[in-house]
């Protein structure tokens, strides 16, 4: 399994980013897929998740304000995340999930770091 998250940047609170993962070495399509992030002395937190279906959950925090999206033929999730705030300020990782989702998150990525401040 090889995740590659992109993306992440440092942007004021009410913006936006649009994180990417390239997935390879499993069966991407048929697999699910979340997003997690951690702050530093904390665990890592699932934040959303997309099943092979198009099915798609969100924790409340983010809940209305990000949205997790998938390009099967490219291998690829991402997460649009909007009105961002300063308790959005993470390293997030994209995982290869299961049900029920952010159980059992395969991670292995570097993350990408987002930052949110003004």
């Known amino acids: 399994v090889q995740l590659v998250e992109s993306g992440g940047a440092l942007v004021q609170p009410g913006g936006s980013v649009r994180l990417s993962c390239a997935a390879s070495?499993?069966?991407?399509?048929?697999?699910?897929m979340s997003w997690a992030r951690q702050v530093p002395g904390r665990g890592l937190e699932w934040v959303s998740g997309?099943?092979?279906?198009?099915?798609?959950f969100y924790a409340d925090t983010v809940k209305g304000r990000f949205t997790i999206s998938r390009d099967n033929a490219k291998n690829t999730v991402y997460l649009q995340m909007n009105n961002l705030k300063p308790e959005d300020t993470a390293v997030y990782y994209c995982?290869?999930?299961?049900?029920?989702?952010?159980?059992?998150?395969?991670?292995g990525g570097q993350g990408t770091q987002v930052t949110v401040a003004s």
């Open positions: 995982a290869m999930d299961s049900y029920p989702l952010g159980r059992a998150m395969h991670t």
């Open positions: 070495g499993f069966s991407f399509s048929t697999s699910a």
């Open positions: 997309i099943f092979s279906t198009g099915r798609t």
